[in-house]
């Protein structure tokens, strides 16, 4: 079955960096999309990341631009999210995620808290 492991997680001051994993595991990983999604408390959850499958382009939400970098090693079955310039409002936990047909598989999600 489909299995997503962060890791990674913990508290940095802001302005500090964190580099997030997620061990994927019963499907053929270099043949989908993934994505990193995040869920502050008492907000919605919003996608943050996504690298496409084999040609690994990235796109990115804007307010994560040039901060943030999603990036995979299909030898690991590994997706990396790599934070930087972190600020208090980005306490959430992170999510990995994969889409299969119709269907969405999530991690338990990794808890970064952004404080001083």
């Known amino acids: 079955q489909v299995q997503l492991v962060e890791s990674g997680g913990g508290l940095v001051q802001p302005g500090g960096s964190l580099r997030l994993s997620c061990a994927a595991s019963?499907?053929?990983?270099?043949?989908?999309?993934m994505r990193w999604y995040r869920q502050a408390p008492g907000k919605e959850r919003e996608l943050v990341a996504t690298?496409?499958?084999?040609?690994?382009?990235?796109n990115y939400a804007d307010s994560v631009k040039g901060r943030f970098t999603i990036s995979r090693d299909n030898a690991k079955n590994t997706v990396y999210l790599q934070l930087s310039s972190l600020k208090p409002e980005e306490t959430a936990v992170y999510y990995c995620?994969?889409?299969?047909?119709?269907?969405?598989?999530w991690g338990k999600g990794t808890l970064v808290t952004v404080s001083s």
């Open positions: 690298i496409t499958n084999l040609s690994g382009i990235t």
């Open positions: 019963g499907f053929t990983f270099s043949t989908y999309s």
């Open positions: 995620h994969v889409r299969r047909g119709a269907l969405d598989y």
